[in-house]
């Protein structure tokens, strides 16, 4: 493939004869491409897929609006820094999405979880209403609970709003449809118990301070604050309310307590221990303006009229006009 | 030949200053990352990894693109023996070029907000896809900028009757990296759909476009560097663009494997880009040939050493890595890990990177109008970059064969914890040969941006070894075509040894829980691979530093002949 000096090159016919292969290679990977979208072709699309009131599109915009693929990787492009995620939503189930989204920063615990599926918009999408069922179908979100509950997780968290955290699972929801060729492979050994791997030792959850499942409370510290300050981290409130006064989700607790707070339709209120029991076990009842009911989901059912008093302590505790 | 033929050529020197700063920054938010991998909470809610990455990538495709502006305005006048059309135009280029990259680093930041400034469907500020980061208004202002270099390359270049092929490589190089980007343009709501085509600019531009532009300026480099005939080469140049573009347009589908995309890709893809690396090695083969097509000195050593740096690792990163994990049966495995890490470092960094670095180091020196300088400084860099780069690609590759099999093999898929405790060596190696690396930079571009200014004559000369008696044994003998061979064929064999490790992953018994085949085929093929590739590079560049010295300004000197 060189051409000597006085030799006839004849560039010209070689450049017309190359031009005709590629435009041969062009055809063909033309029809190929075609083939690959059209409808015969049975592949999920973000159209038809929705997660409770959020569609998929809305949640591939936000997706891309943090760069989620600047750490992750989806379809396996991206940064290979966290997980891959387009399996994540059918193996972790939406309860887990739920409770993890809101505050990335740390790892939900079982109640956080058990709460956000208490909603029952959130049981239809995982199919199952108790927690345990939810473990079973969803073993990802058991081993992630059971290893990494209320721990710190190197992701950041992220100013996610209720509607793009909908959007995201809606999003992730579809890439799970998504027929992917088999990949990624699916491992054909458990690594948690094989014995050549090292996984990291099973972090010790934060000293458990009560089975709220069970409802008692077991050696109620002195203080109520503290226990309420545990219940807040362990019962998952932390995801969406922050310590200080900045709206996360749901409203900043910090100097939250004997405030006035303008309701949703037009009234106004008084925070005392009252205002906030009801808004711990029926949060639909009054929805502060700004908020939206039903993304709250009540606690009657997870914690005792105890535990309430401890995380209404806590919430005190964290300063207001009455202080 | 040390005046400069063409005042316009002149206009090249700020495009390669601008891509000395960007490789500067780019290098930093490099050992950032590295940073980052090893403390996940460092900088986190300031500087998140995602935004750390995306301006690593983003400058590391400016820098590149900005080196590629400078050796095409460059050579551009010479190719076309008249000067630049429109020069109030490519300075207007480089204004808006400044502009783009300043906006665009500033835009990813608001990555950690999520606000993309979403306009008529559209995200404006930045759009969240990897390597199309950028959002619309810097996709805009990137287009307008293709735009106006094709209209000056092709208003400079002679009618299209007379073009000899490094004419036509340029020509249409340009025109396809101005109608590649506008298939970024767009937000696609289908994930498969928006990867079918985020992989037509990013596939295209790197193995359709900036390999066609490479080789078109490999080859005009090597006509300067050692007065090759420009028809010879050309006739090259022809062969290198057709290989790439005949291999490299179904080639693409190697990125079609696993994004929702069907299984018949697996078959063209894994076919077609098998024969990538074809172009790669001819070119590889015609950087020897013409570099000993005659056997007088390299009066410019850095400049000879980073196109050969850039030869060589377009070799090793874009064809023989690119080629273990280009089959389906590989690419299941090494898919989103860090051994794909590997092979865009070297690739991206070796290949087109060294490039703009070689094409500096030949233009700035003469635009300064200085005839020698002390090139101690820059061929140490070039050893320290060089090292750097294949240290770190070492690093990404071992991490990314035990990301494999903790990840896929035993599905543990606890990054801050499994996943990263298990890499947690060659993520302590990524800085360490990052900061070589990182060393590296910062003498190249004190060097680059001193040449010339910092007093030249009191060290003129140094560093040109200066024998008068060729060597004809030892490790600076004259590299003959048959030994360069075997040393490409020592690459190939560690080649084969990783692909095979990639591809054990199949095996049942690898499947069942054993690392240990995986393992010791990473642990030779990796390894053996960079050490053939480190030692060739040195015997080749020794071989040429020992040429005889026949000093051209003493015409009269006795011509010595060169023995065999």
Redesign the interface.
């Known amino acids: 493939?060189?051409?000597?000096?006085g030799e006839p090159?004849e560039?010209g016919r070689?450049?017309r004869t190359?031009i005709g292969?590629?435009g041969l290679?062009?055809v063909?990977?033309i029809v190929?491409?075609f083939?690959?979208?059209i409808d015969s072709?049975v592949?999920?699309?973000?159209?038809a897929v929705s997660y409770t009131d959020y569609d998929a599109?809305q949640g591939?915009?936000?997706?891309?609006?943090?760069?989620?693929?600047?750490?992750h990787?989806?379809?396996?492009?991206?940064?290979?820094?966290?997980?891959?995620l387009t399996k994540t939503y059918a193996h972790v189930g939406p309860a887990w999405l739920e409770a993890f989204l809101p505050s990335a920063g740390s790892w939900p615990t079982r109640t956080a979880v058990q709460v956000q599926l208490q909603k029952p918009e959130v049981a239809q999408e995982a199919g199952v209403d108790s927690i345990q069922a939810y473990f079973d179908k969803f073993p990802?979100a058991a081993e992630r609970v059971e290893?990494?509950s209320a721990h710190a997780?190197?992701m950041?968290?992220?100013?996610?709003s209720r509607d793009?955290i909908g959007g995201l699972i809606a999003f992730m929801k579809?890439?799970s449809e998504?027929?992917?060729?088999?990949?990624?492979?699916?491992?054909?050994?458990?690594?948690?118990t094989?014995p050549?791997?090292?996984?990291?030792p099973a972090a010790s959850a934060v000293e458990s301070v009560s089975s709220p499942a069970s409802g008692t409370v077991s050696a109620a510290p002195g203080n109520p604050a503290e226990l309420g300050k545990k219940l807040a981290l362990e019962t998952g409130c932390t995801a969406c309310h922050s310590a200080d006064s900045r709206a996360g989700i749901g409203p900043g607790w910090g100097g939250l307590f004997g405030s006035d707070v303008e309701l949703a339709d037009g009234s106004q209120a008084h925070i005392d221990e009252t205002y906030l029991h009801t808004a711990i076990n029926t949060p639909d009842a009054q929805v502060a303006a700004g908020f939206n009911k039903g993304v709250m989901p009540a606690y009657a059912n997870i914690l005792d009229a105890e535990q309430v008093a401890a995380i209404v302590a806590y919430i005190r505790s964290l300063g207001g006009l009455e202080q | 030949m040390i005046r400069i033929q063409y005042q316009t050529q002149r206009l090249s020197m700020r495009f390669f200053m601008l891509m000395l700063v960007l490789f500067f920054f780019q290098t930093g938010f490099g050992l950032l990352l590295a940073a980052q991998h090893i403390d996940p909470t460092l900088l986190s809610g300031l500087f998140n990894f995602n935004v750390v990455r995306a301006e690593h990538t983003n400058l590391g495709i400016l820098f590149i693109l900005a080196g590629f502006i400078g050796t095409i305005l460059f050579v551009g006048p010479l190719l076309s023996k008249r000067e630049l059309a429109a020069p109030w135009l490519i300075k207007f280029l480089f204004y808006a070029l400044v502009a783009v990259v300043i906006w665009n680093v500033l835009t990813q930041l608001l990555a950690q907000q999520g606000i993309a400034g979403w306009w008529l469907g559209q995200p404006w500020l930045h759009e969240g896809l990897e390597y199309l980061e950028a959002g619309r208004v810097a996709d805009i202002v990137i287009l307008v900028g293709f735009s106006i270099l094709c209209y000056v390359v092709l208003r400079t270049f002679p009618p299209v009757s007379e073009w000899n092929e490094i004419h036509w490589g340029l020509g249409l190089g340009v025109l396809a990296l101005t109608l590649v980007w506008i298939f970024g343009l767009f937000f696609i709501e289908r994930l498969d759909l928006q990867e079918y085509f985020r992989w037509y600019v990013v596939h295209y531009w790197v193995e359709g476009v900036w390999e066609v532009i490479h080789i078109s300026l490999v080859g005009f480099l090597v006509v300067l560097m050692f007065d090759a005939r420009i028809k010879t080469v050309g006739y090259a140049v022809f062969w290198g663009i057709s290989l790439v573009w005949l291999s490299g347009l179904l080639g693409n589908a190697h990125h079609y494997f696993w994004v929702g995309t069907p299984e018949f890709w697996q078959f063209w893809g894994s076919l077609f880009s098998a024969l990538e690396p074809l172009p790669l090695i001819f070119c590889f083969w015609h950087i020897y040939l013409d570099a000993h097509h005659d056997r007088k000195p390299i009066r410019n050593m850095p400049a000879f050493a980073f196109l050969l740096g850039s030869v060589v690792l377009e070799q090793v990163g874009a064809g023989i890595l690119g080629f273990t994990m280009t089959f389906a049966l590989t690419n299941v495995w090494s898919h989103g890990t860090w051994v794909t890490l590997s092979h865009a470092h070297l690739a991206l960094f070796g290949t087109f990177g060294m490039l703009g670095l070689s094409a500096a180091y030949y233009a700035v020196p003469r635009m300064r109008g200085i005839r020698d300088f002390d090139q101690r400084v820059g061929k140490l860099a070039f050893w320290l970059v060089f090292t750097g780069m294949l240290g770190l690609a070492f690093a990404f590759a071992i991490g990314g064969t035990i990301q494999v099999f903790v990840y896929r093999t035993l599905g543990l898929d606890w990054f801050g914890g499994d996943v990263s405790q298990a890499m947690q060596v060659a993520k302590l190696l990524v800085p360490v040969f990052g900061l070589v690396f990182a060393i590296g930079v910062g003498l190249l571009v004190y060097d680059l941006m001193t040449i010339g200014h910092r007093g030249h004559s009191a060290t003129m000369q140094r560093g040109v070894e200066v024998s008068t008696v060729p060597a004809t044994h030892g490790w600076r003998r004259l590299l003959t075509g048959w030994e360069a061979g075997i040393w490409l064929l020592g690459m190939w064999v560690f080649g084969a040894i990783i692909t095979l490790g990639l591809l054990s992953f199949n095996l049942s018994g690898v499947r069942a829980g054993s690392a240990f085949f995986p393992y010791l085929m990473a642990g030779i093929g990796y390894p053996g691979l960079f050490l053939v590739t480190l030692f060739f590079v040195w015997r080749f560049l020794s071989s040429l530093a020992a040429r005889v010295t026949v000093p051209a300004e003493h015409a009269s000197a006795p011509q010595v002949v060169v023995a065999q």
């Not at chain 1, 493939?1 to 000096?5: L, N």
């Not at chain 1, 990787?73 to 820094?81: P, S």
């Open positions: 493939m060189s051409c000597a000096p090159c560039e070689k450049r190359a292969v590629l290679m062009a063909i990977f190929l491409s083939a690959s979208f072709r592949q999920a699309i973000p159209d599109v591939k915009r936000v997706f891309q609006a943090y760069n989620c693929m600047g750490c990787t989806i379809v396996g492009n991206g940064a290979y820094f966290a997980p891959d990802a290893r990494r997780s190197t950041p968290d992220l100013p996610l793009e579809y890439t998504m027929d992917t060729e088999g990949w990624p492979p699916v491992p054909q050994v458990a690594g948690l094989f050549q791997a090292l996984p990291m």
